[in-house]
């Protein structure tokens, strides 16, 4: 299984960012799929994941701003940013679990429930 992300870029404050992935080697319509994002300094955190039947979770920091989406067809899911933040600048990876679902401890996304990874997009929003 392989994902690969793409669509990152330099945008201002305020404007609008759509980042892909492309999962190939299984069909990610019975699975979950999240973005997940590490800014400078900081630790990986959660950002929004689509459970296989649609159901979202996403951090409180990005409600109201951030979207997930899927083309099943496509094998594609996406990550529309809208509003962004300078606080927003990090690296984006998208990840899949092994299961039908987000798996979420305490509040938060949970790391150790992906099982797989693709490699980051930088997203710099400048102020």
């Known amino acids: 299984v392989q994902l690969q992300a793409s669509g990152g870029g330099l945008v201002r404050a305020g404007g609008s960012l759509r980042l892909s992935c492309v999962a190939s080697?299984?069909?990610?319509?019975?699975?979950?799929m999240a973005w997940f994002r590490q800014a400078p300094g900081k630790e990986r955190e959660g950002v929004i994941c689509t459970s296989y039947s649609g159901r979202i979770w996403s951090a409180d920091s990005v409600k109201g701003r951030f979207t997930i989406s899927r083309d099943i067809a496509e094998n594609t899911v996406y990550l529309q940013m809208n509003s962004l933040k300078s606080e927003d600048t990090a690296v984006y990876y998208c990840?899949?679990?092994?299961?039908?679902?987000?798996?979420?401890?305490?509040?938060?996304?949970?790391?150790?429930?992906?099982?797989?990874w693709g490699e980051g997009t930088l997203v710099t929003v400048s102020s």
């Open positions: 990840a899949s679990p092994a299961v039908m679902g987000c798996t979420v401890v305490a509040g938060e996304l949970s790391i150790h429930g992906m099982d797989y």
């Open positions: 080697g299984r069909s990610f319509s019975n699975y979950a």
